[in-house]
């Protein structure tokens, strides 16, 4: 255990626990965007796997890390309009339509890979960009300034969402929206219009998640999210639906994962104790969410579908 409590070894673990949290944060802040406006997707995951595909068939093809980002992008929005029609047009039962893409996601992607490509071929990911005079600041510039530009893009995200819901017209509208659509739409506010806004911004930026996972390992395979999609649903009741509560959450389940992934790898645990460790941040995430949950309250008109009166 004495050998992980180095220097060198800290800001490795550091560092690669931002990186971890970057596809959490993407997703998470898409969809307290979408909650807030009333909808629950509950295919986050899905849509992160058809994102995560899209990025690693598009770069594979054209050797370029951004064209994948774009793609991851492009299926994002695809989905959301599916979404957004399925949820706010037919005002389907959310929960269950978001199972349906989930499923959807999950089965498309592997046939995808299965057919387009079959065995696993890596493919060179985004560089990393350090940046000026700040990478230089020993052990912190290592672990802060010098990341690919989607993990700066995560987490200018952040303040960028805060400001959005909070200090615009828009971001009143959608917490109008959230909380009493019957109100908003008495007072010219299009309930259909700012859902399926939320919709595409938090499916787009679910896309944006799985792409950028895919294109920080390097390769995709069947499951590659692996949950994480769920997670960030949970990561979104764990930060209250606010973006830096998101923000915090994402940074627990990164550098937790990544203190596990350390461990395994300094052979600090082994065998059946690995396997137990790697459950922890997924036991932390439901702990704490546990305890946050009990003093929060969700959006009033969370997956309650609008049809307007008269």
């Known amino acids: 255990m004495s050998e992980f409590f180095t220097v060198s070894v800290l800001v490795t673990t550091a560092a690669s626990g931002i990186r971890l949290a970057t596809p959490f944060l993407f997703a998470a ?153 019957e109100a908003a739409d008495t007072l010219g506010v299009s309930v259909v219009r700012v859902r399926t806004g939320t919709i595409l911004i938090g499916n787009a930026m679910a896309g944006l998640a799985g792409g950028a996972l895919a294109l920080e390992v390097g390769i995709f395979q069947q499951n590659l999210t692996s949950g994480r999609g769920f997670i960030a649903i949970a990561l979104v009741y764990f930060g209250a639906w606010r973006a830096f509560g998101v923000l915090a959450g994402s940074l627990l389940f990164g550098i937790v994962s990544a203190v596990v992934l350390q461990w395994k790898t300094l052979g600090i645990i082994e065998g059946g104790t690995a396997s137990l460790a790697s459950m922890a941040p997924a036991v932390l995430t439901i702990f704490v969410l546990v305890l946050v949950s009990r003093r929060i309250g969700s959006p009033s008109a969370l997956t309650r579908p609008y049809e307007r009166s008269g």
């Open 29 to 181: 802040l898409g969809e307290a965007v979408g909650q807030r406006s009333g909808v629950l997707n509950l295919g986050v995951e899905g849509v992160m796997l058809l994102g995560a595909y899209a990025a690693y068939k598009t770069a594979l093809e054209t050797d370029s890390a951004t064209a994948g980002v774009l793609a991851a992008l492009f299926v994002g929005l695809l989905m959301g309009i599916i979404y957004a029609v399925m949820t706010v047009v037919m005002r389907a039962e959310q929960g269950i339509s978001g199972i349906g893409i989930f499923l959807f996601g999950l089965g498309l992607s592997d046939l995808l890979f299965q057919k387009q490509v079959g065995t696993p071929v890596s493919i060179t990911g985004l560089r990393d960009w350090h940046v000026p005079v700040l990478s230089d600041i020993p052990h912190v510039g290592e672990v802060l300034f010098q990341h690919n530009p989607l993990v700066y893009a995560a987490f200018m995200l952040v303040p960028f969402t805060w400001f959005v819901v909070n200090r615009t017209t828009f971001g009143l509208n959608i917490r109008a929206v959230g909380e009493t659509p």
